[in-house]
C-alpha cells in the first residue's frame, strides 16, 4: 500500500523581505495509513512547520509533498481547502473552538463545508462524535463553560466530523493537566486502534513514548526516526 504521507526533499524557509530563514532541510519521510506518530524536538526547530505542510496550511520552498494521495505542492488554495475538509482533521494546541457556538454547532460546522449531507444527518453525526468522545451532556454548552480537557474532547470531535484518514494534532494536550492530558491522549490511541492515521506533534516525552513511531526533529532535520519494532539511531 502506497504511504498515506510521503515528503522527498522538502525543504522550507519563511521569506520576510530579503531575509530569508530556512527553518526544514531535506526531508524525506514516508508514513503509512494507520501509524501513531509522534513528533518531538527541541522548540523553535521546526515541527509545527513540518506539520502545516502536511496539512497544506503551509507549502515547501522545495520539493514533494503528497497526502492521502494528493501532491499538494501542486494544488492551488481552493482545491487546499476542499482537499483538507475531506481528509484531515487538525486539533490545535488552544483548541480553536468557535466561542459563539455551543460545542454541536462546532462541530457542525465542517461538515456544512465539505460533507453533502442533510441537516438532520449532520446533526445526527455531531451527537454520535459529541458521544464518542464522552460530551454527550455538554452539547449546548459554549466552549467558554465546559473546561480545557472538554473543549479539547470537543475540537478532536470536531476533527472527525467528515471522518477524515487523517489526524494531525499539534501539541494537543500541551495547554491541559496531566490528567486530563492522558485522557486526551488515550482518546487519540482509540482513535488509532479504530484505524485513523495520526500525527502529533508533543513535548510530553512519555505521550510520545506511547506513540508507535517517533520521528525528531533537531534544527530541521530528522535527528531520528524510531519505530517501536525497529530502532535505527
Ligand atoms: N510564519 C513564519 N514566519 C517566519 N518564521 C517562522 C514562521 N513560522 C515559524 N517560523 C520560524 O521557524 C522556526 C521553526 O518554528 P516552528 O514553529 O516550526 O518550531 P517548533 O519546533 O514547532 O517550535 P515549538 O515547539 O516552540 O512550537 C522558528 O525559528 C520560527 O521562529
Known amino acids: 500500500m502506497p504511504p498515506i504521507i510521503k515528503l ?4 522550507k524557509a519563511y521569506v520576510n523581505g530579503q531575509l530569508s530563514q530556512p527553518v526544514l532541510f ?9 501509524e501513531f506518530v509522534a513528533i518531538v524536538g527541541p522548540s523553535g526547530n521546526g515541527k509545527s512547520t513540518l ?11 522545495q520539493g514533494e509533498v503528497t497526502v492521502c ?24 494546541q488552544f483548541f480553536q473552538l468557535l466561542p459563539s457556538l455551543n460545542l454541536l454547532q462546532n462541530i457542525i460546522l465542517p461538515m456544512d463545508f465539505a460533507a453533502k449531507k442533510s441537516r438532520r444527518q449532520r446533526v445526527e453525526r455531531a451527537r454520535y462524535l459529541l458521544d464518542l468522545v464522552g460530551l454527550s451532556d455538554q452539547a449546548q454548552q459554549l466552549p467558554s463553560q465546559v473546561s480545557g480537557g472538554q473543549q479539547q474532547r470537543a475540537a478532536i470531535a470536531r476533527a472527525l466530523a467528515n471522518d477524515p484518514q487523517l489526524i494531525v494534532a499539534d ?11 492522558d485522557a ?3 482518546l487519540f490511541s482509540r482513535l488509532n486502534r ?13 505521550l510520545a513514548e506511547s506513540a508507535s513511531r517517533r520521528i525528531a526533529i533537531h534544527s530541521g532535520r530528522i535527528h531520528y526516526d524510531r519505530q517501536d519494532d525497529q530502532e535505527t539511531p
Do not use: C
Open 8 to 11: 522527498k526533499n522538502v525543504y
Open 69 to 92: 494521495g494528493s501532491s499538494l505542492h501542486q494544488l492551488n488554495e481552493e482545491q487546499l481547502s476542499l482537499w483538507r475538509g475531506a481528509n484531515v482533521g487538525i486539533v490545535f
Open 51 to 61: 506539520l502545516n505542510l502536511l496539512t497544506g496550511i503551509d507549502r515547501p520552498s
Open 171 to 181: 501539541e494537543p494536550t500541551g495547554n491541559l493537566d496531566a490528567e486530563t492530558a
Open 26 to 34: 531535506d526531508i524525506s519521510l514516508d508514513i503509512g495509513a494507520g
Open 194 to 206: 479504530q484505524g485513523k492515521t495520526l500525527v502529533m506533534v508533543t513535548h510530553n516525552e512519555g
Open 184 to 186: 486526551v491522549f488515550a
